[in-house]
């Protein structure tokens, strides 16, 4: 398991810059807050080293990494009091091991769906993503 230089989750580009944020590395993995925020708080957990199946991990990595999914979900639900927390992972054309976590809520867009990869094309200040992940590493420490 290497880094691919062409994989947008290695290669920290300026696109990566342009779709999400890096909030801060997790155990074996790095997390993101997408930019397009439809889904407040939507962020990414992506796998540190490059990978594309969940099912080639070990048994501990594979631990490892759902445990990373899990905090982040906890974190986003508690700090944007979601209704639902919706997961996805897909990467068909993007082969590299990662967790897009959605907080879905009642009465807002798309609750009951599926989630939009990019919906309403909903961008925040950069004061306002600072102060959103702000409160995600606030939640993430007292876990």
Request: proline share 1%.
């Amino acid at each position: 398991m290497t880094n691919n230089t062409d994989c947008l989750y290695c290669s920290c580009n300026d696109l990566q810059k342009s779709l999400m944020i890096e909030i801060c590395d997790l155990q074996v993995s790095t997390l993101f807050l997408f930019r397009e925020q439809t889904y407040r708080g939507r962020c990414v957990v992506a796998y540190k080293q490059h990978i594309n199946e969940l099912f080639e991990l070990s048994k501990t990595e594979r631990n490892l990494f759902m445990d990373d999914v899990c905090k982040v979900a906890s974190v986003l639900q508690k700090t944007f009091q979601a209704s639902k927390i919706n997961y996805g992972a897909y990467s068909d054309k993007l082969a590299h091991l990662h967790f897009h976590i959605v907080p879905k809520y009642e009465d807002e867009y798309g609750f009951g769906g599926t989630f939009e990869m990019n919906p309403k094309k909903n961008y925040l200040s950069e004061e306002k993503y600072h102060e959103m992940i702000q409160k995600i590493k606030t939640e993430l420490t007292e876990m």
